[in-house]
């Protein structure tokens, strides 16, 4: 089955720092890859996605590119701010756009 | 894209009691999903909801426990029955959209004592 391996946070970052948050996938066939975001107390966010190999997805600042020879979907941003921090999930989808398999999350602290 | 409004936004509920929770979208759409999400965790699939059709249930979940309709192409409801404080999570709605991107509701945060 489909299964979403992020890195374990937390992830504690001084402002304007380079942030990386890895996620590894397993897939049959050609899903589409998400980064969603979760701010404290708020519902999920969709932040960027990519639906097929060498696509890089890209938001505020984000940006993620979807590898499939790595089975890979990292988020980076250049330069963090302290409203970034949240709780950020990797995910994917088959292709039809059904359910969601999701990674454990990631929790970005940034700090001033 | 596609606005979903979930109600409540939150409660705190009985222990023994059952919570209704509603799913509107701005669109039509084949397909809604509800999730859980448990307190510092990852979102877990409840169940997809076709209209028309029963519910599907992901393993562990059972249709006794959370009933789902699925009256028209627009609207959901989820209830959680017998509510026990294992039940305290946040529940969420969604739906895919134009160009097969999912999109989520703002959650049900609900509180069991």
């Known amino acids: 089955g489909n299964s979403v391996t992020q890195m374990e946070g937390p992830v504690t970052l001084s402002e304007e720092a380079f942030l990386t948050i890895n996620c590894t996938y397993t897939?049959?066939?050609?899903?589409?890859l998400f980064w969603y975001v979760q701010y404290p107390g708020e519902g999920l966010q969709l932040l960027l996605k990519a639906t097929k190999a060498d696509d890089k997805g890209s938001n505020k600042g984000f940006e993620a590119t979807y590898r499939k020879e790595t089975t890979s979907f990292h988020l980076e941003k250049g330069s963090v701010q302290v409203s970034d921090s949240a709780v950020y999930f990797c995910a994917l989808s088959d292709n039809a756009g059904n359910m969601l398999t999701f990674g454990g999350g990631t929790r970005l602290m940034v700090k001033p | 894209s596609a606005v979903i409004s979930q109600k409540p936004s939150r409660d705190i509920c009985q222990r023994g009691t059952s919570l209704t929770i509603q799913c509107q979208v701005d669109s039509q759409v084949t397909m809604m999903f509800w999730y859980r999400q448990q307190p510092g965790q990852s979102l877990t699939l409840i169940a997809t909801?076709?209209?028309?059709?029963?519910?599907?249930?992901e393993s562990g979940f059972v249709i006794d426990k959370f009933p789902i309709s699925r009256p028209n192409l627009t609207f959901s409801t989820l209830t959680v029955s017998n509510m026990s404080p294992e039940d305290s999570s946040i529940y969420l709605c969604?739906?895919?959209?134009?160009?097969?991107?999912?999109?989520f509701g703002e959650g049900s945060w609900l509180t069991v004592v």
């Open positions: 897939a049959t066939g050609y899903p589409s």
């Open positions: 969604s739906v895919t959209a134009a160009g097969n991107t999912i999109y």
């Open positions: 909801a076709n209209q028309g059709s029963e519910a599907t249930y």
